[in-house]
Each structure stands twice: as structure tokens, then as C-alpha cells.
């Protein structure tokens, strides 16, 4: 299906005030957004337009009820300066697993990626073009229908902006095993890249800054044993050659950077298994030395190297050094900037 995007450009784009060797993390924003409003049953009048504030009735669903999903993705650049997407049509197909879980109506996928590829085409002088930097993409969706009552809403708003950011978590983490606060419960909406799964992990992970810890490793709802995921991240652990990774069981969210890894691990001849993992297995291996490293992958940071994981009373000391999580960064990035052959298919060329 062909869908017309009107569009409508800003006078004058503020690129020329960026420095791209220093940018603001996450308060930088592109002249322009994507936005898709869903009435009578239907997504119309895809639009372009400069991005401003939008006036919100203070009855807004979304405000009150929680529906609010999003996605994040980034544009690269090649050697040539020509944009690209990594793997796009996995985030438009995780925003209506999303949706599904949180009543939401699906997002056209084909334009999805179409109102992606047109935004980014508009704003590539906007991507910086050093290794590890991107034009961070924030797709969301959420309830803008004014109305007091629990029930699905019928008015959403579809947006996506973009904040070009530069490369983060250059340091390596510490992670702090949560037992007391969980992020996820069977049933649950853990594997939904929902707004309310941060709102109730913010408060957690201050706790966790507060002594000394980068992120929360959380653990599973019923037994505080399970190893789920980190902050924003998916978790990988290297025992004795082999890697593992906590299963998709509906409370972790299914991350494009650990299917990514999955595949680049398996290319590069190890072996990763998708498996049930608990703290104690990781804390044993630790101890007698086959625990070789771990790290969390996803989209805002790519690969976070972990150091050490506290957990209350004692800590597991993980690697000071991470070799192959380091190999496959480099990989990954080498990939989104077209220095090696794109082999996995991954990319989503923008042409002029
Ligand atoms: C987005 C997200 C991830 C990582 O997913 P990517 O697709 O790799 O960016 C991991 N965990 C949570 C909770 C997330 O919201």
C-alpha cells in the first residue's frame, strides 16, 4: 500500500547550532516529527510537520490509564554519508505486539516504516556520522481521547521524533540484583515496551544509583532467583566459552540488539543458548572462574560491558576486560556503518 505523507518543513533548521562531538544527551531534538492520529476506527492524515508542542485535553487517556507504548531505533550513516535503518520492520512488528498487550490498536507496519524512512531522509544532515553515534528514532503511540472511564481508548496519536545522540556507557557497569521490587510477572505486561514498565522501575533504579549501582538487574516476580533483564537492556553471559541468555518467557522484552547478538555470536562460531538462568548459577561460576563476561545490549546503548553485579550482602565480581562482548560492538557497529558487508541483510538504505 502507498500512503501520501504531506508534508511541511520548517524555515530553517537549527542542525547549524549542533556540536556533534557534544550532545546533549536526550534533550536534543530534530525540527521535525512524524504524527498519525487514529479516529473512527482508522489511522489517518500522515503528516510531517515541524516539531512543537501539542495541546493535551488534561482528561487524555494516556494520562490517566496508562496507555502509552513506544519503541526506539537508530539511523546510521555509511562511508558515504547515505542514511540507513537497522532493522526497522522489528520494531514496527514489536509496536503492535505492544499495542495487542496494552488494547491499543495496531500501526500499519509498511507505514510504520515509510513515515520512518521519509523523516530520517528529511532530517540526515541531523545523523552524526562518527562510529557509536546515531539519530536516536523514538516511535510511540498513546491515548489522547479525553475521557473519564476504564476502557479502551478510541483517539491515539501515532509520533515519531528524533535526538541525535552521541555514544554512551563507554565505562563498564555495575549492576545491582534487585529482590525486593520486580519489574515483571507472569501475565504481566514485561514483554510490552510500555511507559508504565519504566514508571515502576524508576524509583528501583534511584535506589540502586543511591548505593553505588548503574542499573537494576531484575530478578523474577515469584522467587527473586531468575535472572529477567537489565534497565533498558536485554543480558548475556560468557561461562566457559559458551554464552547464555535468560529466554523469552513473556516477562522480558524480545530486544532486536539480542536477536542481533544472538545471530553475530553464532556467526562468529560460539555457542548461545536461550535458557532459565538464577543468580546463584552466575554467582557459582563466578567464584570458580568460568564465568569469562557478561554484558546488556539494546538499542540507546548497544553494548554495556558488565564489571560486577551486588546483590544484597556480598558481590559477584563478573570481568575487568570483556573481548568478545567488545568484538561484537565492534562488529554491530561496523555493520551499521556499511565498513563490512551487511551479511544478515540488516540495513534499510535511504536513497536520495
Ligand atoms: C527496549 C528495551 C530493551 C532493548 O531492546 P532493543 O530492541 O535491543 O533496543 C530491553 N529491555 C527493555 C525493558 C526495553 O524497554
Known sequence: MSYNINITKIEKSKVSDLDFNNIPLGTTFTDHMFICDYDNGQWGNPRIEPLETIPTHPAAMALHYGQAIFEGMKATVDKDGNPMLFRANKNAARLNTSADRMG?????????????????????????????????????????????????????????????????????IKLWAEKQYIRAAN????????????????????????????????????????????????????????????????????????MSVIDVLRDKG??????????????????????????????????????????DGEVIHVSDQSPVANDVNDTLNAIKTGKVEDKFNWMTKIKN
Open 104 to 172: 491499543m490498536p495496531n500501526f500499519p507496519e509498511d507505514l510504520f516504516v515509510e513515515g520512518l524512512k521519509q523523516l530520517v531522509d528529511i532530517e540526515r544532515n541531523w545523523i552524526p556520522p562518527q562510529e557509536g553515534s546515531a539519530l536516536y528514532l523514538r516511535p510511540f503511540m498513546y491515548a489522547d481521547e479525553p475521557f473519564i472511564g476504564m476502557r479502551a481508548a478510541t483517539h491515539y496519536k501515532f509520533i515519531i521524533i528524533a535526538s541525535p545522540s552521541n555514544a554512551m556507557y563507554s565505562n563498564r
Open 270 to 311: 560460539y555457542e548461545v543458548t536461550e535458557t532459565m538462568i538464577t543468580i546463584d548459577e552466575i554467582k557459582t561460576a563466578s567464584r570458580s572462574g568460568t564465568l569469562q563476561e557478561a554484558f546488556g545490549t539494546g538499542t540507546a546503548v548497544g553494548i554495556a560491558y558488565i564489571q560486577e553485579i551486588g546483590l
Open 187 to 258: 501475565g504481566g505486561t514485561g514483554e510490552a515496551k510500555a511507559a508504565g514498565n519504566y514508571a515502576a522501575a524508576i524509583r528501583p533504579t534511584e535506589l540502586a544509583k543511591a548505593k553505588g549501582y548503574d542499573q537494576v538487574l531484575w530478578l523474577d516476580a515469584n522467587e527473586h532467583r531468575y535472572i529477567q533483564e537489565v534497565g533498558t537492556m536485554n543480558i548475556f553471559f560468557m561461562i566457559d566459552g559458551k554464552f547464555i541468555t535468560p529466554k523469552r518467557d513473556g516477562s522480558i522484552l524480545d530486544g532486536i540488539t539480542r
